[in-house]
């Protein structure tokens, strides 16, 4: 019997790494930020277990279903957000070329087994969205060196990522409108701060604020829930403090919606009274009235690459790079104007 041939997950194994870590290492790949330690221990499991990289080894072991797990924490944003669709349009395509098959898997957000589903749903790896500070889920995945893509950021270096700027487009959403004039800038984050986006993109609304010398009230800030409901709670809060602010940034597109019908609800007008920005700039947001000026989000874009990557470290390429952040532009349209 020909003896078995080692693999870069026993690589892994040996190291004690993941699996992308070894193949960083191996393939010397530019701008990952290795410790000399870890890089050694890799090198060192290679030549121990004589491991020569080959290709249709490595997708017999690591591909076994032909099937790849979206997981959606937060089942309902599925049902509110047009921006989950757009992501699953941008993996289609190059899921149909590699025949693969996308299972989608929405969660409730108290749910955090992950690997029990990938295995129930015969999944050979996993694209993750919705992460947030206290997802042990996705803790266990990394320790479990699952296969897996977050579309996000998060602070796990040897974790493939997808992601925009967040910070950089909410401040150049909020530095729109104090161009117009406006000094008073109140934020609904789409989620709560625990959610990674949410707190990159209230980061950029406070950066673009304190630039302009402008005050960032406590009683302007507040967090919805991914629902237009929530979006629409949140404005009527805001609307209860003694001063009104002239423009509200919300932090995706369903949370404007919901402040949109708030403000419309108190007797003001948008933009008369108060101008609005969202973020995402889903298909709906062209024919809400008035239309909003909002963040582009390229949503496919970002599933695109997720499914790319992910295919490419089931493949054993996992020294394929991420795209750089993807651009973001604003679209601007009839529901803001200068104060």
């Known amino acids: 019997m020909a003896e078995r041939k080692a693999t870069s997950a026993d690589v892994a194994n040996r190291a004690g790494v993941s699996r992308t870590t070894v193949s960083f290492v191996l393939n010397n790949t530019p701008g990952k930020n290795i410790p000399d330690g870890t890089r050694r221990k890799v090198l060192e499991a290679a030549r121990e277990l004589g491991f020569v990289p080959n290709e249709k080894a490595r997708d017999v072991a690591m591909i076994k279903h032909h099937s790849i797990g979206f997981f959606i924490p937060h089942a309902g944003y599925i049902s509110s957000d047009a921006y989950i669709i757009r992501v699953i349009e941008g993996m289609t395509p190059v899921l149909n070329k590699n025949r693969f098959q996308l299972v989608l898997q929405p969660l409730k957000l108290q749910e955090k087994d992950y690997m029990s589903r990938a295995r129930q749903d015969s999944v050979d790896g996993i694209i993750l969205m919705n992460t947030h500070d206290d997802d042990k889920g996705l803790a266990e995945l990394i320790t479990a060196r699952f296969p897996l893509v977050v579309i996000g950021t998060i602070s796990h270096p040897d974790v493939l990522q997808i992601d925009i700027d967040n910070r950089s487009a909410a401040r150049s959403a909020v530095e729109y409108l104090v161009s117009l004039g406006h000094r008073d800038v109140a934020m609904i984050l789409h989620a709560p701060s625990s959610y990674y986006a949410a707190r990159d993109r209230f980061e950029g609304y406070r950066a673009a604020l304190e630039s302009a010398g402008c005050v960032v009230r406590k009683g302007w800030v507040r967090s919805a829930d991914l629902t237009e409901e929530s979006g629409y709670k949140a404005m009527v809060e805001i609307l209860t403090e003694e001063k009104r602010p002239t423009a509200v940034f919300a932090g995706n597109d369903v949370v404007a919606y919901g402040a949109m019908q708030a403000i419309k609800d108190a007797g003001l007008g948008i933009p008369a009274d108060i101008s609005i920005v969202g973020f995402d700039d889903d298909l709906p947001s062209r024919y809400v009235n008035p239309p909003l ?24 390429h996992a020294a394929l790079e991420p795209a750089p952040p993807l651009p973001m532009l604003l679209a601007v349209r009839d529901s803001c104007r200068p104060l």
């Open 293 to 316: 000026t909002t963040v582009t989000n390229p949503a496919p874009s970002l599933g695109a690459e997720a499914a790319r990557l992910l295919i490419g470290v089931l493949r054993g």
